[in-house]
């Protein structure tokens, strides 16, 4: 039950008021809220639930240990929500007498100092070092100075795979730079500006909490170290400068990738790849794993790297088509000849990354899935419902355009083309008969849309009708927001039929301003 965790926590929190230093009560603190991180209760907001609870059970309690528990929850809390009823509990304690620890106006006062950036020129993890010091600290002293270490594995999508805190500071940094200035060649160091390393900490942090919410976590991010420290790098994270909105890093744009896919085809180490067509598709999808699962950075080649691109992310993520299948190793083989040198690898570290391509192209070319045979559908059906190879895709846009998956279309593909509005407007039409003439003959009555009203629909109606459905079903093609396919997939796990979701998510779309975010709302359903 939870009173009975927050009354252990309560009793834990009197080893708080025995602590003298603030950077020792907010490890405390943020180990006591990392205790629940990333658990999931089906229908139940943990977060909530846990986090707010205690803190009105420290309220409740009156004592000195509940006002140390709720000051560090006040600067430590996962939520603003979470913090701002810690503070006006913490207030009600004090003004009722409860004894304040000795580091209560000390807490929360960390200031950044520099920040760095540690790892090897394979690049697969990072550890991002960011220095602290509080305010009232001698700046000619080591008093409350103090490193925080985040690993970021980028090989799992950026999250972050270790945290911890050091005050051994000079040591730390002396270490690092030893290793990369003669110790070991292929050891990496560099100072980051303070803006640039809240970026790659916000973006850790992100990551990490999708791959919990999606369950892809993997085992060690729920537990230990990420977990214990995870509130205190939220915490951390806050108080770094951030970029002017003009400098914020985006994605490669497509124009962008587009010229370094040129260039690769045009070098000498593309020149032996005989397709030139699967070549070029083929690098499209090294170039986009790249930049938008490997934090912008499609040079950066490695071992792991190729493993995790080839036997995880293109088999879950990409339809190839045969000639891709088999062209795929080679221009890999040709992009890691390329691109290595280009991001700095010695020669010896490219060959290691070719022997690794080759050692996975057996278990890439026996186990990589055949999706038309999978689902039943037709290859040419597949390639109409995913023209950009995104497997992910391919559930949502079935559910859209049903008709895509059907024969009923096979002599009028152009007339029904959903990459264009004339063709999603035709295709809607069809799911829609029943309701007024269909455009076309058929071969049969077609039940995945609005069931027949056995009347002729007024024409405004119709036309206002398919405007919703039309919106709705191009959201679904594009996947925006992610929320709305996972809104239709939490109401067809309840039994609504397909007609009856699609209403529903009409509605949500239909009720919402111009511009509004509806995730909330989706989320909600």
Same mark, same amino acid.
């Given at each position: ?166 005050? *051994? &500071? $000079?040591?730390? !940094?002396?270490?690092?730079?030893? #290793?990369?200035?003669?110790?070991? +060649?292929?050891?990496?160091? /560099? ?113 792991? *790297? &190729? $493993?995790?691109? !080839?036997?995880?992310?293109?088999? #879950?993520?990409?339809?190839?088509? +045969?000639?891709?299948?088999? /062209? ?130 007024? +024409? ?66």
């Amino acid at each position: 039950m939870p009173e009975a965790v927050f009354a252990e926590m309560l009793r834990a929190a009197r080893t708080l008021l025995a602590t003298r230093e603030p950077l020792d009560a907010e490890i405390g603190v943020s180990e006591m809220l990392g205790s629940w991180w990333g658990r999931r209760v089906p229908g139940v907001d943990v977060e909530r639930l846990l986090g707010e609870g205690l803190v009105a059970h420290a309220e409740a309690s009156g004592s000195a240990a509940g006002l140390a528990l709720l000051t560090g929850i006040a600067v430590l809390g996962t939520t603003v929500h979470q913090r701002e009823l810690a503070e006006k509990g913490a207030t009600a304690l004090a003004e009722n007498g409860a004894a304040r620890p000795v580091w209560a106006d000390a807490i929360g006062r960390a200031r950044p100092v520099a920040a760095y950036v540690s790892g090897n020129r394979f690049g697969d993890t990072d550890d991002i070092i960011t220095t602290f010091r509080y305010d009232g600290a001698d700046s000619g002293s080591d008093a409350g100075e103090h490193a925080l270490i985040a690993v970021v594995d980028h090989n799992s999508g950026g999250v972050l795979r270790d945290a911890w805190v050091t005050t *051994k &500071v $000079e040591q730390l !940094l002396a270490h690092c730079r030893g #290793r990369a200035e003669g110790g070991d +060649p292929m050891a990496t160091f /560099a100072q980051l500006k303070l803006e640039r390393a809240r970026v790659l900490l916000e973006s850790a942090v992100t990551q990490t909490d999708r791959a919990i919410a999606a369950g892809s976590g993997g085992q060690g991010i729920t537990d230990g170290s990420p977990a214990a420290h995870h509130a205190l790098i939220r915490s951390r994270v806050r108080v770094l400068p951030r970029e002017p909105a003009s400098q914020n890093r985006t994605a490669r744009s497509r124009d962008r990738r587009a010229v370094l896919a040129a260039r690769f085809l045009a070098s000498d180490a593309a020149a032996e790849l005989s397709d030139s067509y699967a070549a070029s598709r083929c690098v499209d999808h090294i170039i986009a794993y790249g930049c938008d699962v490997d934090s912008d950075r499609p040079l950066r080649v490695s071992p792991r *790297k &190729v $493993e995790a691109f !080839l036997l995880r992310w293109l088999p #879950r993520r990409v339809i190839l088509l +045969p000639e891709e299948h088999e /062209a795929m190793p080679h221009v890999l083989a040709a992009w890691i000849r390329w691109a290595g040198p280009r991001h700095g690898l010695p020669e010896v570290a490219v060959s290691a990354t070719l022997d690794a391509l080759w050692e996975a192209t057996a278990a890439f070319t026996t186990s990589y899935l055949d999706v038309s045979a999978s689902f039943g559908l037709p290859a040419k059906v597949v390639r109409r419902l995913l023209p950009d190879g995104d497997l992910s895709a391919l559930p949502r846009r079935m559910f859209a355009f049903p008709l895509l998956t059907s024969d009923l279309l096979a002599e009028s593909e152009d007339e029904f083309d959903p990459a264009t509005r004339e063709g999603r407007r035709a295709l809607l039409r069809l799911d829609h008969f029943g309701e007024y003439e269909s455009p076309v003959r058929h071969k049969g009555r077609h039940s995945t849309g609005i069931p027949d009203t056995g009347r002729a629909a007024d +024409p405004a109606a119709t036309e206002e009708a398919l405007d919703a459905h039309e919106q709705l079903a191009e959201r679904l093609w594009k996947g925006d927001p992610p929320q709305l396919w996972s809104a239709a997939e939490r109401l067809l796990d309840r039994g609504h039929e397909r007609p009856v979701v699609l209403r529903t998510l009409m509605e949500v779309l239909g009720d919402a301003e111009p511009g509004e975010d509806v995730s909330g709302r989706l989320e909600d359903l």
